[in-house]
T-cell receptor
Framework: DAKTTQPNSMESNEEEPVHLPCNHS???????IHWYLQLPSQGPEYVIH???SNVNNRMASLAIAEDRKSSTLILHRATLRDAAVYYC???????????FGTGTRLKVLA | NAGVTQTPKFRVLKTGQSMTLLCAQD?????MYWYRQDPGMGLRLIHY???????AKGEVPDGYNVSRLKKQNFLLGLESAAPSQTSVYFC???????????FGPGTRLTVT
């Protein structure tokens, strides 16, 4: 299983962009990269996932490095509701399972 | 759709007691998962199932058993609860492939 390294915590001002980094240098060529967020006292929620190219959805963008050893989740305009723990999770196809790390706790300042 | 539901929401057990946590999903998903989350930690996979009648061990399976007799239900059992099993338990399901996992609201279990 690929290991991930994320900052323990980050801060952002409201309405500013946020770039959440994840290092996954042991990822294999076919591993997908998933991002989930977890609000206090709730289960994780899906944010976005990708394989090689950058991905966009209504919630966020995912920028994957060309060598795939790292990725960045981009929240374009942080809101107070974005304050959560964000997890970066590699998944090897066919394993059917996630291995969570400790994630990054994002604080959004009003 | 109710999505993923978990029963009960809270439970307090004494050491040595047994209990079963129920996870139900109404999305016809093939895969189901049980995780535990200790304070300040990420989720750790206990057991999972890739289809009705199948189960497999995750990262931390000791002290737990599971069953998937019906596609929509995934049961997690503690035969003899220990204080180290005090945690929040999350269930999740997904349809297959590299699809997203849908998580339940969690069960907070305290073992005294």
């Amino acid at each position: 299983d690929a290991k991930t390294t994320q900052p323990n915590s980050m801060e952002s001002n409201e309405e500013e962009p946020v770039h959440l980094p994840c290092n996954h240098s042991t990822i294999s060529g076919t591993d997908y990269i998933h991002w989930y967020l977890q609000l206090p006292s709730q289960g994780p929620e899906y944010v976005i996932h990708g394989l090689t190219s950058n991905v966009n959805n209504r919630m966020a963008s995912l920028a994957i490095a060309e060598d795939r050893k790292s990725s960045t989740l981009i929240l374009h305009r942080a809101t107070l509701r974005d304050a959560a723990v964000y997890y970066c999770i590699p998944e090897a196809p066919g394993t059917y399972k996630y291995i969570f790390g400790t994630g990054t706790r994002l604080k959004v300042l009003a | 759709n109710a999505g993923v539901t978990q029963t009960p929401k809270f439970r307090v057990l004494k050491t040595g007691q047994s209990m079963t946590l129920l996870c139900a999903q109404d999305m016809n998903h093939e895969y189901m998962y049980w995780y535990r989350q200790d304070p300040g930690m990420g989720l750790r996979l206990i057991h999972y199932s890739v289809g009705e009648g199948t189960t497999a061990k995750g990262e931390v399976p000791d002290g737990y058993n599971v069953s998937r007799l019906k596609k929509q239900n995934f049961l997690l059992g503690l035969e003899s609860a220990a204080p180290s099993q005090t945690s929040v338990y999350f269930c999740a399901s997904r349809s297959g492939g590299v699809s997203e996992q849908y998580f339940g609201p969690g069960t907070r279990l305290t073992v005294t």
